[in-house]
Every structure is written in C-alpha cells, then in structure tokens.
C-alpha cells in the first residue's frame, strides 16, 4: 500500500476509531495507543484485505480485538442479567440536561457504561457501522447487539443523570492493566 | 408485538437515519406510526440518541496523534519480504505496478473533474445563491464550532446531514444530487459550507483522493470527502485563506 493511500486510510478513520478507543480504554492515553496498534497492524497485514470497501469495519474489529487482547488478561465479567432495560419514557429534562453538557462529559458517562455495554453503545452512537457491522464487530449474534445496547442506554441515562459521580466511577484502562480495580 | 417489543427493536433505531432500510425494523416503526403512545416515546428516545451522538462527534483527537500513526506505518511498511522466486514476483509487480498507474491516471482525472465541479457549483452558489443563516434548534452549537479558530475542516466536522435539514438549512440541487448549503461567520468573515452524502457509486475513489483547491476570481473553494460526505466550502477571501482551514 503506498504512503498517500496509507495516509488517506488514516485521515478518514482515525478519528472515529479514537472515539470508539476512548470509550473503551477510558484515558486518552491507551486510546491513542489502540488506534496506532491498529493501523500498525493494518500496515503489516491488513493491505492484504481484498475489499477496500471493508477497510472500515475491519480496522473496529481489529481494535475491538486488541483492546480485549489486553484486557482479558484481568478475567473481569460483567452479569448482564441484572441490569434494567431502557425501555422505560425519557423525560424532556433528561435531554435538556444531556444537551447542556459538554463532549467530555458525556464521554465520561459513557465510559462508566459496564464494557460489555459500552463496545455497543459506542458503535450504535458513533454510526459508522451497519448492525451486521457492528455484530461482526463484537462477534455476537444481532440479537444480542440489541440486547446489550438497550441495557447499556440505560446505564447510560443513569450516568448522564449523575455526571460528577461518573469521574470516581471510571478508572482508566491503564490503571486496571496495573491490577487496581474500579 | 406488543410495545414492549416495539420499544425493545426501536431503542436500536438511530435517529439519523441509518438504519432507514434494514427490514429488522420495518414492523416497530409501523407500529409507531399507528400508535401515538409509542410513536412519543420514540421522538424522545431518539431525541436523547441525537443529542448523545452529536456530543461524542465533538470528541476529537489529541494533536499528534495523526503523525505518529503515519510514522508507525512507514517503519512497518519498510520491513523486507522474502521469496524464492523473486524474478516471479518482480515481474507480477511490475505488471500490477503497470496497470494500476494506469488506472490510477485514469480514475485520477475522473475524480479531479467531479471536484472541479463541486467547487465551480459552490462557488457560483455562493455569488449567485440566496443564503441564509440555520435558524433552527440545535444549529447554534455547529455554528459556533464552524466559527472557532481551533477546527481544522478535514475530518474534524462531524456533521448530521438530517439535523442540517431539520435546522433550516438552504436544500440546493448540484446536478440531480442534493446538497446543503450552511453560511457562518468565523472572524468577520461569511463562509458557505455545502454537504452533500457521498456517492457511493464512486467507491472510495473521492476518499481516497486529497482536497482540491480551486480559485475563482477573488472567491475560492476546497473540495473533500470523509467516505460519509462530500464537502465544498467556499472563502471569499481566496486561496490563502481556504487553505489555511481546510489545506
């Protein structure tokens, strides 16, 4: 792959893979260092990619994959039994409130969103990806895309209600790779 | 089924429209249209998805990261490859390297003309055009963020194409496709920002080509694509400027 298709790769994802990063690594940090794993990766194996067209959906499930790489190694599961669905009304001041803050703490909110939530709620709201994308992405069936999506909103709106607990709820990716627990 | 169900299909239904043609779908939203009740709790329950998805498009990169991905894949892509049949695969690359400068040419040029003439429609719209400032709820914070001199236009815009519309943004017709046209100030000064969704038909030819400048008397335009949009905006104040923001 040349230098200036490499770069034009970089310009038109990079941008959303941080943001999907951040909410899964939680500091800004390791967010950078995924996306430069990925497209690290991209240069050594992923030119081989017969479809340009799925560059895309293929530089999220790489970066899926290698934060999961790292964080397996913690063992740490989230119960996805017990959690309520979000199916319950919004009320108009819930999204007054949302609308009145601003990028980074919404952010935060999502980042204390369970992870197993949190991969599918990020994707749904950054939007660059199908569901079969997405699904394909998180290698789970649509259903449970939808499933975890709907539990992680709800997560979600409890956290954007309560912003100033979120900064002592969310310990960054680097912290927990150092063994300290959220 | 029931609302319940409904609600459950439709919390995945993403207010900008993605999701417009997936038949998984289809029954929740004709339900929705037949029942006030749900039809209410989806308008707020999208409301909330807007407002969230609009804050996370104001995430942006630290400064540096860009470089330091581009240098990462220089070292990497450097790295020799072996083979015992070189002479073979010198002469299959060479081939290959034949024909795609050729392509590359061809659908260069291709690329070049539909810019040039995105940008020759932007910047006669501007001079021709009746424009007018987005009038509508929730235009005031992408106002703000065009005008401040922290953004760089090239992959930093994040900008929903439905919410431009509903925001009361001029519709204006380039060929037979549809664009929007957004007017802001930044500095004193009047720039028209025209949005119009990618073609997909083109491929990634658009994303992968660079923007592409053109003057035209005082006035100037950049022309670019993020894979999702192709963007023209127009400076009145020249090249210089325009490059200066989008170069």
Known sequence: MSTTA????????????????????????????????????????????????????????TLYREFLRVRRREGR???????????????????????????????LALQSVDEVFRAPLTLFYLDDLTYQEIADTLDVPIGTVMSRLSRGKAQLRDSLKKPEKNAQKVVPFNQTKKGQTS | MNNDEAKFILSAYRPSGRDANDARFTEALSQAKQDPALSEWLAQSQALDAVVMKKLSGIVPPAGLREQILAGGKVSQKAPA??????????????????????EVWLGQKVQAAQHDYAEFAVNDMHNGGHHPPVGEGMEETLVKLASSDLHFINELGLSFEEMKAGGCRTVKCGEREAIELCFNRDGTWY???????????????????????????????VWTDGDFEYALVSPKGMNDLKALAG
Do not use: C
């Not at chain 1, 893979?17 to 390791?30: E, G, M, V």
């Not at chain 2, 992968?208 to 400048?213: A, L, T, V």
């Open chain 1, 6 to 61: 490499f770069s034009q790769l970089v310009d038109a994802h990079y941008t959303p893979l941080y943001r999907f990063a951040l909410s899964l690594a939680r500091n800004q940090a390791d967010a950078g260092d995924l996306v430069q794993q990925t497209f690290y990766i991209w240069a050594t194996k992923g030119h081989a990619l017969r479809e340009v067209s799925k560059a895309k959906s293929w530089l999220f499930t």
């Open chain 1, 77 to 107: 599961a989230t119960s996805i039994e017990d959690l309520p669905p979000s199916e319950q009304d919004v009320a108009a001041e819930e999204i007054d409130r949302a609308r009145s803050l601003d990028a980074d703490t919404v952010m």
């Open chain 2, 82 to 103: 072996r083979s015992r049949n070189v002479g073979a695969w010198l002469a299959l690359a060479a081939s290959v390297l034949v024909v795609f400068v050729v392509s």
């Open chain 2, 192 to 222: 028209h920002l025209y949005v119009m969704p990618h073609k997909k038909s083109r491929g990634p030819l658009l994303a992968k080509s660079k923007s592409y400048f053109l003057a035209m008397s005082d006035s100037a335009a950049a």
